[in-house]
């Protein structure tokens, strides 16, 4: 699930308002979702650039152990949060190439249309909120 930092820049889209008989994934449409991405992963780098910079501004070499391990533990959760949005970087590329391949906006797993709502609210969606909910259940059952 995303956080709050990470779907500010796709909750500030405007949803999608299709035309009378549009097409499923019309160009319009494609372009949407292409923005969306774009300004998601432009966000997430952003937060790439200032994480570095603020792990040279901050790194100091406290005398007192306490001190030092309380940076390092601060320095310790923001990579680890770093790399879930290295991640994701990695998963919205891939739903880039999936728009310009033509496949994206449906289920990988039953060949269905995810929708355009749900592909608003999480735009890397592979699957239709049937088959998500059918994985889920699956999963959770495996670690009982």
Partial sequence: MPTNKETNSFN???????????????????DHFRAILRAWKNELMGEVDRTVSHMKDEAAN????????????EFSLELRTRDRERKLIKKIDKTLELIENDDYGYCDTCGIEIG????????????CIDCKTIDEIKEKTQRL
């Avoid at 008989?21 to 319009?28: G, I, L």
């Avoid at 355009?116 to 699957?127: D, F, G, H």
């Fill in 12 to 30: 500030s889209f405007e949803p999608y308002q299709a035309e009378a008989n549009e097409e499923y994934m019309s160009d319009p449409q494609k």
């Fill in 62 to 73: 406290f005398p007192d152990p306490a001190d030092r391990a309380t940076q390092e533990e």
């Fill in 116 to 127: 355009i709502r749900r592909l608003e609210a999480r735009p890397t969606a592979t699957q």
